[in-house]
């Protein structure tokens, strides 16, 4: 049986390692092309911080590295440390190819889901919350791994396309409250940082060339895996 293409995830990720020098000089170049995210506010980075949820196998976890092709991964998000804005994601991927779902959900819906209890949400109208009710009563999918890192973010409209740096790649060590500013934090892996491209059908080429020279290494980065690999799994 051929593969439905209409069923495929829409948009490419690519990942690389990059050393602090390369990112520096990279920077510059896309600055000079791409601009700024909007949470770059003053030219900085913003923070990301992610609860990433797993189901009882660590399915999540051993699929990643493992190498599965097909995967998903459900997390709750917030940025700058702002309680209020959160987000439901369900990002899935396919080789190169991903697809992200995300919701505004609210602080009582948040705390409810950490705390395991997805009840009532077989019947709401976001089909993101059905699947995550399923993945909570079937898998017993639950919080897994805190990480948090800081983001600056170049984004151009020719293919959707967006450059990020994620830096500073940190894992919770005491605990995995999302919204309590208190957590410890460890480093994931402080000798590099990491690259992100995201782009639709093509990457556009004269972004590509500002790429061209970088001794940056593609790898299958999974910052969830990186976090956890302190844990006896």
Known sequence: MGIDRARLPARHELKYYINPAELEALKRRLLATMRLDAHCRGGRPYNVRSLYFDDAFDSA?????????????????????????????????????????????????????????????????????????????????????????????FVHPAETTRVTFDMRLRAAVTGL???????????????????????????????????AGMTAQRCAISKYVMCRRFENL
């Open 177 to 211: 409250d999302l919204f309590s500013p208190g957590v410890m934090l460890r480093p994931a892996d402080e000798a590099t940082e990491i690259l992100e491209i995201k782009f639709d059908s093509c990457f556009p080429a004269h972004i590509r060339a500002l790429l």
């Open 61 to 153: 976890y051993f699929d990643k590295v493992d190498g599965v092709a097909a995967r998903d991964k459900y997390r709750l998000r917030i940025y700058n440390g702002d309680g209020e804005v959160i987000f439901l994601e369900r990002k899935r991927k396919l080789g190169d190819l991903i697809e992200k779902h995300s919701l505004r959900v609210t602080r009582r819906l948040a705390d409810r889901l950490i705390s395991g209890d997805p009840r009532g949400l077989q019947r709401a109208e976001a089909p993101l919350l059905r699947e995550m009710y399923a993945a909570m009563r079937l898998g017993a999918l639950r919080p897994a791994a805190l990480v948090e890192y800081d983001r600056l973010a």
